[in-house]
Nanobody
């Protein structure tokens, strides 16, 4: 069983940048496809970005494409989300998620298929 701990959230002005990290422990990080989701107050959790177990394949929500970049360092068991050009509507709690997979190149945008979740980190973007 893998444990996920997010960090890097905070308060930033619109147009600014943040880098979120998600450190995994308790399992072989490289066997998991990973993703970031977010949940704003009063809204459902939504997909932000996903990355495959290997090959570096990525997928993004339309709302963040071109502004956010997901990456992973399997040697450090860490997932990242570089967020640039932040907007007030990006304000949310951001969660990382892990899905145990056999395939090397698939990404997954459905929150229901993920096996493990972190506790979340708050991102607040002021206008």
């Amino acid at each position: 069983q893998v444990q996920l701990v997010e960090s890097g959230g905070g308060l930033v002005q619109a147009g600014g940048s943040l880098r979120l990290s998600c450190e995994a422990s308790g399992g072989a990080f490289s066997v998991y496809a990973m993703a970031w989701f977010r949940q704003a107050p009063g809204k459902e959790r939504e997909f932000v970005a996903a990355i495959s177990r290997s090959f570096g394949r990525t997928n993004y929500a339309t709302s963040v494409k071109g502004r956010f970049a997901i990456s992973r360092d399997n040697a450090k068991s860490t997932l990242y989300l570089q967020m640039n050009g932040l907007k007030p509507e990006d304000t949310a709690v951001y969660y990382c998620a892990a899905k145990l997979v056999g395939s090397y190149g698939n990404t997954y945008s459905n929150s229901g298929v993920y096996d493990y979740w972190g506790q979340g980190t708050q991102v607040t973007v002021s206008s």
